[in-house]
């Protein structure tokens, strides 16, 4: 209740903006998830990026919800129309999926469960992420696909990132990246310019907005 209240505090004094809430479900049963869909409704919250989360360490059972579709199919059945509900996707397809195709099946049942939208896993290749909301279309996914841009300030933080999570970072720029060593400086000035790069790009070829992860 005290981080609803931060973020309720926050959209009212700071920006005047709407927050989404972001909403895990991996390891907590329905009455838990429920009672934070009231939460948030009662603080005038209306946005939720809708989440399967990781399974908390030394913990046995997934909960009540065991993926993310379950999650959204939930709150649309308890709260109609009340929140917009975005979802993640994988334009490099998630390391937890056997192939593309089944992972766009996921995908599909998520924005058939109800969600409104999407936010894609970060990447560094434009190309790549049309490829993969052309594929959507042809699969019937017709939701916004917003794609996720990571600013670049540490080279080591974010190949252990990427490690983790299965994205790419281009051979050529994990290369000049590297030979820029521990010039931060460096690293941050010729970053700047492939991440903007990387945005112009992607709204000129039609990009709804951009979502940037910015690590708190």
């Not at 209240?5 to 009212?12: A, E, G, I």
């Not at 920006?15 to 972001?22: G, R």
């Not at 994988?90 to 937890?96: F, M």
């Not at 594929?135 to 696909?145: F, K, M, N, Q, V």
Request: charged share 20%; with cysteine; glycine share 8%.
């Amino acid at each position: 209740r005290r981080l609803t209240r931060t973020l309720v505090s926050f959209v009212n004094n700071e920006i005047p903006l709407p927050a989404a809430a972001h909403l895990t479900c991996v390891g907590h049963s329905v009455a838990e998830i429920d009672a934070v869909l009231e939460e948030l409704a009662e603080e005038g919250i209306s946005r939720i990026v809708a989440l399967r989360g990781d399974l908390p360490s030394g913990m046995a059972s997934h909960g009540d919800f065991r993926y993310a579709s379950d999650l959204v199919e939930f709150i649309r059945a308890e709260t109609g129309d009340h929140f917009h509900i975005e979802v993640a996707c994988y334009p490099e397809v998630h390391p937890q999926s056997n192939d593309a195709l089944s992972d766009l099946v996921n995908f599909k049942r998520k924005i058939d469960a109800g969600a409104n939208g999407a936010i894609t896993q970060y990447f560094y290749n434009a190309d790549g992420y049309f490829r993969f909301v052309d594929a959507a279309r042809a699969l019937g996914i017709s939701a916004p696909i917003t794609p996720g841009i990571m600013p670049i300030s540490n080279f080591s933080q974010l190949r252990r990132f990427s490690d983790m999570c299965g994205a790419e970072i281009p051979r050529w720029l994990g290369k000049r990246l590297s030979a820029m060593g521990d010039d931060v400086e460096s690293i941050r000035t010729f970053s700047a310019d492939v991440v903007a790069d990387l945005c112009r790009k992607l709204i000129a070829g039609g990009a709804p907005g951009l979502h940037f992860y910015t690590l708190n």
